[in-house]
């Protein structure tokens, strides 16, 4: 792994070429809006770019529109191996480790073409050449706007790649809860600057729930929450029932796990469901504890110190059962 060398990545971005952009599994605001500000910017640059996803994006985000052209692993694996097969020069954002896009690694790993890695995930991987990684970054949008300004590229950010950079942040940090930095901020600054509308953006992002999201939520809440005020620990689990009485698709539950630490004293909180073929664990917490070491060690997982996921091959009551028993390892850390 080599640090990331601007001079040379400029040189690569100096002819137009084939460009694939891939981010991880089930991308959040921060993959999406970090894929299409590439995209818009290397299409000014007459890039022939192609996003590919594994798995489906929420379509709440469908206001940014170039990710309506993403090539969706999990509908079209062969439409999506071949443009990765075609790649000139690959791109991997938001994802620091090639088992975030399941089958595609292999094929990725196969094309020889240049690769370049921008994330904000701990201990990125050794497969790409050029690597900015930062941990202390809110997000791979606000590092997008600092890989624009080293290669020279402030001219190309317009109000749409403003306003996609302004979403992968916003969401990354929980409207601005964690992760703030003096830098975000003056990079925020220059978003809006650039045109972007925060209070449009967010009105696009959050406040256009469905119905039905909002009543998983109070299912959720209501009757399936459970407290472990020994562990300072919080968790909702959805088992396959629900999700068919429900009728839960993919996104229906995400941010459900951070109202749990809206409770006072809670320092760890997890949402546990079944899914067809595994149960998905997604870990948040408070302070010090380092939900990351907990998904890596218990849950074959991994993310952040404080927003981290895992899953589990075992059913739904197992899995609980377990998470439960791993709790006493942590006493000193957990205990109120
Ligand atoms: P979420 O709980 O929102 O799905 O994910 C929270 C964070 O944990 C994200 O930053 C994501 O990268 C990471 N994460 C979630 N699931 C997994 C997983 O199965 N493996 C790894 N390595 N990271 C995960
Ligand atoms: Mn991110």
């Known amino acids: 792994m080599s640090e990331m060398n601007y001079?040379?990545?400029?040189?690569l971005l100096e002819e137009p070429k084939n460009v694939v952009i891939t981010s991880h599994r089930n991308p959040d605001g921060d993959a999406i809006g970090s894929s299409v500000s590439l995209v818009l910017i290397l299409k000014k640059l007459k890039h022939k770019v192609t996003i590919v996803f594994p798995s489906e994006y929420p379509?709440?985000?469908e206001f940014l529109t170039p990710v309506k052209r993403a090539i969706i692993f999990d509908q079209t694996p062969e439409k999506a191996l071949q443009a990765i097969e075609k790649a000139e020069l690959f791109f991997a954002l938001d994802y620091n480790a090639l088992d975030r896009v399941d089958k595609m690694a292999e094929t990725i790993r196969q094309n020889p073409c240049p690769k370049i890695l921008i994330d904000h995930h701990l201990n990125p991987g050794d497969f790409a050449q050029f690597v900015?990684?930062?941990t202390s970054a809110s997000?791979?949008?606000?590092?997008m706007w600092i890989f624009f300004q080293q290669l020279g590229y402030d001219d190309l950010i317009d109000k749409k790649v403003a306003e996609s950079l302004y979403t992968g942040i916003n969401t990354d940090t929980g409207s601005f809860k964690y992760s703030t930095s003096p830098r975000l901020f003056q990079v925020c600054s220059k978003l809006?600057?650039?045109g972007a509308d925060d209070v449009k953006i967010q009105g696009l992002i959050y406040d256009k729930m469905e119905e039905k999201k909002l009543r998983i939520l109070g299912h959720c809440l209501a009757n399936r929450m459970e407290i472990i005020p020994e562990f300072?620990?919080?968790i909702i689990h959805l088992t396959k029932r629900d999700y068919?009485?429900?009728d839960i698709q993919r996104g229906d539950t995400e941010g459900v796990v951070n109202y749990l630490l809206r409770i006072k004293g809670i320092k760890l909180a997890a949402f546990i469901a079944r899914q067809p073929n595994i149960t998905k664990l997604s870990l948040r917490s408070k302070g010090n504890f380092s939900v990351q070491k907990m998904a890596e060690r218990y849950f074959n997982g991994g993310g952040h110190k404080n927003a981290a996921g895992g899953f589990s091959y075992k059913g739904l009551t197992l899995t609980l059962e377990r998470f439960k028993s791993i709790l006493p390892n942590y006493e000193h850390q957990l205990k109120p």
Request: proline share 0%.
């Open 192 to 194: 809006l600057e650039k």
């Open 59 to 61: 379509v709440d985000f």
């Open 7 to 11: 001079q040379e990545v400029t040189k």
């Open 232 to 234: 300072s620990t919080a």
């Open 139 to 143: 997000s791979t949008c606000e590092l």
């Open 244 to 246: 068919e009485k429900f």
């Open 132 to 134: 900015l990684s930062d």
